[in-house]
Structure formats: structure tokens, C-alpha cells
């Protein structure tokens, strides 16, 4: 059976898939992704392809590869670029990687909010710069974490995790999900809020919700409007769960506080992006699973996903249309 490999994995999953004897693997070897056109050469008669979040698998992609095509396996949680119900309508079952890169991730977007907070990235290039020529009381000031508000917005599995992380830094844990989740939220300290009331009341607003047509822009003008003015926006979810014309506004004005991004709403983000000039926004590039742990077992699973597919397993994590 024939199995693409979209790019290199980290750790020694994809010797094991090479060393599968019925499998004939092909890998793209570059760092870049494999542009469109030579993805859709590449599919051609495959059984199954392991992919990244910066292919898009589209029914043109499926058709391309053909009905022998029996599992997508992206090594990933998030799963927007995939066409799932592309997928289930050609019988091609989908795996993802969700579990091992919550905590990572988490430990990213906290990261993320005490930069802001504290201003990591202008005072590190305040150093560089030599313009650190005396001590100052007023230099640099930013805010404090510890015992402010947290607005965590979707409480699945990193955004509980944001929670326990702030629960050691004394903060007060409010949350927003489709759904209520008194149980696990009691356990976490976490009181439900409407959207717009945890907008309006968070210092703190952490955005962990999957992209979906309902919640694409979910942070759009209006949201950030009703957020205040020393409020730091934190997305380590996907670019465009943000209206990013609107948040650039919103910085610019000065009708919040700061951002901590390490999705954008397109990547890599362009150079000319008003965000990368601005400084209250840090911007880092989708490095939210990015611990050499986290990459191997999230390969392993990716692995793991495409074997039980190609064996016509069900898939130890599948996504359902
Ligand atoms: C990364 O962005 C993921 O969805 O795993």
C-alpha cells in the first residue's frame, strides 16, 4: 500500500513506518510544505496520507488521490484544514492527534499572557537596542497576572488546562463554552459567563475554541469593543477565530491593551502584516505543540491513526464528520 508523508516527523515514528514491509512510504523532505500542485501529484493512487495543519485536504485533493484512498491522518487536534465531510462521503476515515499537546500548548498561551502582561518582547529589545542606560521606576510598566481576571473562551481540553494553570497564579477563572460545564468547571474554580459579560468584566481573555464556521470572527469589532481598554487578548487557537482587521484596530486605538498571538489569520504571516509594527502584539509562529516531547507523540498517534487506517482499524482517535 502506498502512504505520502507530508513532511519529516520528529522522533522515530516514520522509521517505523518505513520499516513496515507491505508499505511503500514517501516522504516530502523539505522544511517548507509541499505547494498545492505537487500535493495533488503526490496523492495519486495513495492509501493513506499523513498530513500537517498547512495542507489543505480539499474533495479536489481526495478525487485526486482516487477510491483506493482509505485514511487522512493529520497530526494535529485542530483539523480546519481538512475537509471531514469531504472525507466520510468517499468512505476515507480522518485521525487526529488531540491528548498529548494540551499541556503544551497551554503552557504556550500562558506564556504568551505573562509576556504581554509584562512587556517581555519590548524590554528584551529595550536591552538590545543599548537603550538601557539607567534604571528607572517608571521604564517598562505592565500588569499583573497573578489575582486578575482570566476569561477563558471554550473549556475543552487546553482550556482547562489554562485554568489550572491559573489557578496558581491566584487568578479569578471565568469561562465561556458552547455548552455549560458546571462539573468540570466546579472542579477547576471556573464560573460560567456569557460571551459578552466575560468580555466585558476578563483582563485576561484566552481563546481556546476550535475553528468552525460558528466560530469563525467569534472575536470580531463588536466583541473587542466591549472589552476594556487594559484588556490583553491571548489566541494560541487559530487566527481567524479573530476578526484580525478589527483586532488591529483595536490595538491601534488603544481600545485594548495588548495581544498575544501565535496563530494569524494567515501563515506564515506576512511581513507587511500591520501586527508585526505594532508593539503592544506579540505574534509567534504556530508554535503551540512546538516541545520535542509533544512533537514525537504526536507524530506516534499521526503513526498510529494512519496504520489502524490503512488495516482497516478503527482509528485509536478518529474525527467524525
Ligand atoms: C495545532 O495547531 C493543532 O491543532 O494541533
Partial sequence: MKVYVTRKL??????RLQSEPDLE???WNQEAPPPPHDLHRAVRGLHGLLCLVTDRIDAALLDAAGPQLKVVSQMAVGVNNVDVAACAARGVAVGNTPGVLTETTADLAFALMLAAARRLLEAADYVRKGDWTFWSPTTLLGVDVYGATLGIVGLGATGQEMAR???GFDMRVLYWSRR????IAQGLGATYRPLPDLLATADFVSLHVALTPETHHL???AALARMPPHAILINTARGDV???AALIAALRSGQIAAAGLDVTAVEPVPLNNPLLLLPNAIVLPHIGSASRATRTKMA???VANLLAGLHDQPLPHAVRA
Fill in 219 to 221: 472575536i470580531d469589532a
Fill in 180 to 183: 455549560e460545564k458546571p462539573e
Fill in 242 to 244: 479573530v476578526d484580525e
Fill in 165 to 167: 494553570r491559573a489557578a
Fill in 25 to 27: 512510504v514517501t516522504v
Fill in 300 to 302: 506516534d498517534m499521526a
Fill in 10 to 15: 520528529s522522533g522515530d515514528s516514520l522509521a
